[in-house]
């Protein structure tokens, strides 16, 4: 900012002290601050739209991470709930084979037992 308050300082120095008349000196000073302000808008409008170019390509990039990081997440979430799937069938099977096994070995020995009852 200092800098453009010089080089105002120095054109507005040099156009007063320039061998013109009091009229054309303050036109000519007027058109001069005219175009530097046309300048100035012109370069923030620049920078704006570089920076809504820039912000767009952000956003875009973090969506697509952002998908990506969601896919990652549900492939393993499927995977994991395949495989706690698969872990509650293998023991519900495990259990239903040990209360079978079980429920054989109490029937073998009530059998058993009446059997050594119908001996005596």
């Given at each position: 900012m200092s800098f453009l308050r010089g080089v105002l300082a120095g054109l507005a120095i040099g156009y007063l002290t320039a061998p013109r008349s009091g009229k054309d000196t303050r036109d000519k000073l007027t058109q001069?601050?005219?175009?530097?302000?046309?300048q100035w808008e012109e370069g923030v409008d620049q920078v704006k739209s570089q920076i809504d170019r820039l912000t767009g390509k952000a956003e875009a990039k973090a969506d697509q991470y952002a998908t990506k990081a969601e896919?990652?997440?549900?492939?393993?979430?499927?995977?994991?709930?395949?495989?706690v799937n698969e872990k509650q069938a293998?023991?519900?099977?495990?259990?239903?084979?040990?209360?079978?096994?079980a429920a054989d070995a109490a029937?073998?020995?009530?059998?058993?037992?009446?059997?050594?009852?119908?001996?005596?």
């Open positions: 001069r601050a005219n175009d530097l302000q046309s896919q990652v997440f549900d492939k393993y979430k499927n995977e994991t709930q395949s495989a293998r023991a519900k099977s495990n259990y239903n084979s040990t209360v079978d096994n029937k073998s020995g009530i059998n058993h037992a009446e059997d050594a009852l119908k001996l005596n």
